[in-house]
């Protein structure tokens, strides 16, 4: 099983970003998918969730109206489309699947519950 993040970059504050993970090695479609972020001497932190089917979304109240999480289960790819970039989003960010994550955000915002993760990518927003 491999999840191959991309995407990520330089940016300005306020501009934009869409990062990628593309997952191989498994049934895609049958896995929630999520992305977390680590910023430099913190800890790694929820960012968005995603059903498996895509038809429900949650996010970190941090990310709330900028960020969207969408999947493509014919590509075996999530996206995660960042917008209103801060500097506070620089960070290494982490796609992640799980099989049985359960229900509501506390459960979606552990680490423990997802079963694959992604080798990160790297997204800096310049101030």
């Known amino acids: 099983v491999q999840l191959q993040a991309s995407g990520g970059g330089l940016v300005q504050a306020g501009g934009s970003l869409r990062l990628s993970c593309a997952a191989s090695g498994l049934t895609f479609s049958g896995y929630a998918t999520a992305w977390f972020r680590q910023a430099p001497g913190k800890e790694r932190e929820f960012v968005a969730r995603?059903?498996?089917?895509?038809?429900?979304?949650s996010y970190a109240e941090s990310v709330k109206g900028r960020f969207t999480i969408f999947r493509d289960n014919a590509k075996n790819t999530a996206y995660l489309q960042m917008s209103s970039l801060k500097a506070e989003d620089t960070a290494v960010y982490y796609c992640?699947?799980?099989?049985?994550?359960?229900?509501?955000?506390?459960?979606?915002?552990?680490?423990?519950?997802?079963?694959?993760w992604g080798q990160g990518t790297q997204v800096t927003v310049s101030s």
């Open positions: 995603i059903s498996w089917s895509g038809s429900t979304q």
């Open positions: 992640a699947a799980g099989r049985s994550v359960g229900s509501g955000t506390y459960f979606y915002s552990q680490q423990r519950n997802y079963d694959y």
